[in-house]
């Protein structure tokens, strides 16, 4: 399975946000839509990824206030990133070395959306499923032997 898959299920709705916005602003799009994450966006290009881990960290530097931080300021500027084609068990892999709960996913410089752990995790346990009901399916049809085998009809 690859990126691309659990694009496909998932949809297209991204939310951006530029590098000198308000921190306050962002946080309320992130409340408003019910996200974790933003990925900022510089005059069509990736900068880097706001989620609610940089929002925390930055309230807490600047003592319980948001203040008049901008998003530069608190994003993580180096996000992972990964690409339509990127497997399923890489990005699994990659997210858990890095700890990284959302990963922007990209087509050369074209921001194609973004998945998170949860997208991530809830693929795995999808096909997990349908393999078994594969599987489970398979065994109920077995065919039984109606017929002895040779061996056993001339003993």
């Avoid at 510089?42 to 206030?65: M, P, Q, Y």
């Avoid at 693929?123 to 399916?137: C, G, I, S, T, W």
Wanted: with cysteine; hydrophobic share 40%; proline share 5%.
């Amino acid at each position: 399975m690859k990126v691309s898959d659990i694009l496909r299920v998932k949809g297209g709705t991204l939310f951006t946000v530029p590098p000198d916005q308000p921190l306050w602003q962002a946080i309320q799009t992130m409340a408003d839509n019910d996200i974790g994450s933003l990925v900022v966006m510089d005059h069509g290009d990736l900068t880097g990824i706001l989620t609610f881990r940089e929002v925390i960290a930055s309230v807490v530097k600047n003592g319980g206030r948001v203040g008049d931080t901008l998003v530069r300021t608190a994003m993580d500027d180096a996000p992972l990133t990964c690409t339509l084609e990127t497997e399923l068990d890489e990005v699994r892999r990659i997210m858990l070395q890095r700890h990284a709960r959302y990963t922007p996913v990209m087509d050369g410089r074209t921001l194609m959306g973004v998945i998170s752990f949860y997208d991530v995790a809830k693929a795995v346990v999808d096909a997990q499923d349908f393999e078994n009901r594969m599987l489970k399916a398979y065994i109920r049809d077995w065919p039984l032997e109606d017929q002895p085998r040779a061996d056993q009809a001339q003993g």
